[in-house]
């Protein structure tokens, strides 16, 4: 299990957390910043894309200073100039220090939440054979909702898999028997 992350370079260690950060993100209406700060593209289509402030499909959060000298080398149609990788390299930057402002913020999220459930309770498909049920996804969400601690919700998703799975043991019995089993 990764530590918790303190910037988002932290984040990008974990493929899963990753994952989870670009939920959190989409949820926060900044997953254009993120995007942005992950794109390899050309100079000109990072410009259409994220730097334009006007016209732009998904305008991020950077500093005038370096709008207006994306803005000149634009206007003038010179996306070969040399001077595109510093100024993408310090919007970039800019972009990445507002992300790291909010890292706690996505570390005491649901995603976060989730991510850490999922990556610290058992393996659903052990605990599938073990309690002889066929619909492994099914079962991995009530483990998510007991790891997070929705038990409310976890019950439900049980009593739906038990009526689909033809399964007799109720809620706090197959808790137990997961338990024992070190899977929840």
Known sequence: MAKE?????????????????????????????????????????????YMDQKKGKEPVNITSKT???AKVLAEKGDFKSGDWKKIIATGKDEVVKMLNKDVMGFTGSDEYKKYVAENGMGDPKKAAKLLGISDVKKLKDVM??????????????????????????DFKTIMGNLKKAGLA
């Open 5 to 49: 992350p303190k910037v988002v370079g932290d984040i990008l260690k974990d493929k899963k957390m990753t994952a989870a950060y670009m939920e959190y993100c989409k949820r926060r209406y900044c997953l254009n910043e993120f995007m942005f700060t992950q794109n390899k593209g050309n100079p000109e289509s990072l410009w259409t894309r």
């Open 144 to 169: 998510v909702n007991i790891a997070v601690n929705d038990k409310k919700s976890a019950e439900k998703l049980w009593k739906d898999l038990m009526k689909k799975e033809k399964i007799l043991q």
């Open 67 to 69: 709008y207006n000298a």
